[in-house]
């Protein structure tokens, strides 16, 4: 890659993680439901002029229903549960939560398309997992204060974003990858505005709530989806998932320097193994089998 290239990575991930930092800040002022609302709104109108103006409006009309799923499963659900599960767990965790949505997705590629598994990707499935059991067993508490609604919310969050790609790739081959980013924004803001008018605070958030909700929904969603489609066009697919292991660094991150939250021993092995796991998944990593040596 270009060195432009692996800056972008970077600016993508920086911004990438810090929404998990923007949605612990604003779940508690506006309840996820509202934020999730404005996240998605503000991002579908950023999103829908730059795809009228390159001429896909069209693509909207004729890839609606599938665009309607997408919308569900990439966009409503999972901002929605990582909105609420930010109201009692940190940025970081979400963001390793977050990291094992290609585990997912390659289970059910395997399930539901057929994809061929080697012997690799099914350890990296098995080690990937066995992080997510691990992470969900030491923070999962559902006793009164635990968490354990929050990570059963980061796990079907992730669940969602496994499903999504392989919808996709079943149901909207040749689609303009920007019409079907747009058009999930449109659908979830359609399945979010009347719940989030019913759930609005009471008390009104302040100007800087409203600030960081807006660098969410524009920079952190919007903006972050035309990066990612420019990477998938300069780069190609393959390089650009690269994203998905460097969104937790940030996430943690800026979750320390802005809420000085604390990083533990447990996260950290936690989120190597299942992005170790990851790498094996998706075949970004492949063991190299060395054939042994034969005397002549």
């Not at 609420?84 to 979400?94: N, Q, V």
């Not at 350890?123 to 990937?128: D, F, M, P, Q, R």
């Not at 747009?182 to 008390?203: C, D, E, R």
């Amino acid at each position: 890659m270009r060195s432009t290239d692996v800056a972008e990575l970077f600016g993508l991930a920086a911004l990438w993680g810090a929404s998990f930092l923007l949605m612990r800040m604003g779940a508690a002022e506006f309840g996820p439901v509202a934020l999730a609302a404005i996240r998605v709104t503000g991002a579908a109108l950023l999103l829908v002029p730059l795809l009228a103006w390159r001429g896909h409006l069209r693509a909207l009309r004729q890839h609606w229903r599938p665009i309607l799923v997408v919308g569900l499963t990439n966009t409503a659900l999972p901002f929605l549960c990582f909105s609420y599960a930010a109201l009692s767990i940190t940025a970081g965790m979400s963001s390793i939560f977050n990291a094992a949505s290609p585990l997912f997705g390659a289970l059910i590629a395997r399930l539901w398309l057929g994809d061929r598994l080697t012997p690799a990707r099914i350890a990296g499935l098995a080690i990937g997992f066995g992080g997510v059991l691990g992470m969900s067993w030491t923070n999962g508490s559902f006793r009164t204060g635990g968490s354990g609604w929050a990570v059963l919310a980061c796990l079907v969050a992730t669940l969602s974003y496994g499903f999504s790609p392989n919808y996709t790739k079943r149901r909207l081959q040749g689609a303009a990858p920007l019409a079907i980013a747009a058009g999930s924004q449109v659908a979830a803001t359609l399945m979010l505005i009347v719940p989030a008018i019913l759930w609005w605070p009471a008390q009104n958030p302040t100007a800087a709530d409203w600030l960081s909700a807006a660098v969410l929904a524009f920079v952190c969603t919007g903006f972050a989806y035309i990066l990612y489609f420019r990477l998938i066009a300069n780069v190609g697919p393959s390089n650009a998932i690269a994203v998905t292991f460097l969104i937790p660094a940030f996430a943690v991150v800026w979750g320390w320097m802005f809420l000085g939250e604390r990083v533990t021993l447990a996260m950290i092995v936690g989120c190597t193994v299942i992005l170790l796991g990851t790498a094996l998944a998706t075949g970004l990593l492949k063991p190299t089998v060395h054939a042994p040596a034969t005397s002549g």
